[in-house]
């Protein structure tokens, strides 16, 4: 790539570029508001309500993969088990929020 000016018909393109996007109001307000985020959004994971079904499938596939990974002690089981169990208790503590909500 080349260091030098560009071409003339090129540096008017570039100007006509930025004279739009200086004109353009919302992308200013975003660009001189935007922040970088530390922590997630967790809005989407805290509104999330699981119907009685979901628990109900959840709680039967773990309850049959804890058994299963004590019988034949196999690892893909376990690790079937760990990934499911931690989504199970998530949604049935949600259930259970949403019970108890007023």
């Not at 570029?17 to 922040?35: F, G, H, Q, S």
């Not at 309850?63 to 760990?82: C, E, M, Y």
Request: glycine share 4%.
């Amino acid at each position: 790539m080349a260091t030098g000016r560009l071409p003339d018909h090129e540096q008017r393109i570039l100007d006509e570029v930025e004279r739009a996007l200086r004109r353009d109001r919302r992308l200013d307000r975003r660009l001189r508001t935007l922040r970088l985020r530390r922590r997630p959004d967790l809005s989407r994971v805290t509104h999330y309500r699981p119907h009685i079904l979901t628990v109900g499938f959840l709680l039967t596939v773990s309850i049959t993969l804890l058994v299963t990974g004590i019988v034949t002690s196999r690892p893909p089981v376990i690790w079937a088990f760990s990934a499911v169990w931690p989504l199970t208790l998530f949604a049935s503590f949600r259930l259970v929020c949403r019970w108890t909500e007023g």
